[in-house]
């Protein structure tokens, strides 16, 4: 079903992560299709909607699915053009509620600070120091967790 696009993804110089990234949202594509037994050529945008819904089942953070439906459009707009789906449509996809990340207490900073981690830093090399306080100040959890 996706050898004729995915041809053409390569012959766009697209890169190999972008391919993956592309096939693992078109694989479910795939099976939403077989699974409601509708044929590509037959797709509407209510059916997108649905695979919207049926995406939608609580295992997928909302960034997930908006990743696996730019796939989808990315395909099904390429379809459209070559004459494959009868009939065009928009489609539109929502981005999603972002989880907001916790910042850090008053007591997790001490502890931070007096980690022998932070101190070898600061030791270390004093030219780092400020990016770790700032990102300590800003609540930043990628550095230490």
């Known amino acids: 079903m996706f050898t004729r696009y995915f041809r053409s993804c390569k012959a766009k110089g697209l890169a190999e992560q972008t391919l993956r990234t592309y096939k693992e949202g078109l694989n479910f594509l795939e099976r939403f299709l077989t699974e409601q037994n509708i044929e590509l050529k037959d797709i509407t945008s209510e059916d997108v909607n649905d ?3 049926w995406l939608d089942d609580g295992k997928r953070s909302a960034r997930t ?11 099904l707009y ?3 053009e070559q004459g494959r ?3 065009k449509f928009r489609i539109k996809i929502n981005k999603g509620e972002e989880k907001v990340k916790e910042i850090y207490s008053d007591s997790e900073i001490e502890k931070l600070l007096k980690k022998s981690v932070f101190n070898v830093w600061w030791r270390e090399d004093i030219r780092q120091t400020p990016l770790h306080q700032f990102t300590v100040g800003c609540g930043n959890r990628t550095l230490w967790k």
């Open 78 to 80: 390429y379809e459209m």
């Open 85 to 87: 789906i009868k009939k």
């Open 51 to 53: 695979l919207v819904l």
């Open 65 to 75: 699915i908006q990743s696996h439906m730019l796939s989808i459009r990315t395909f």
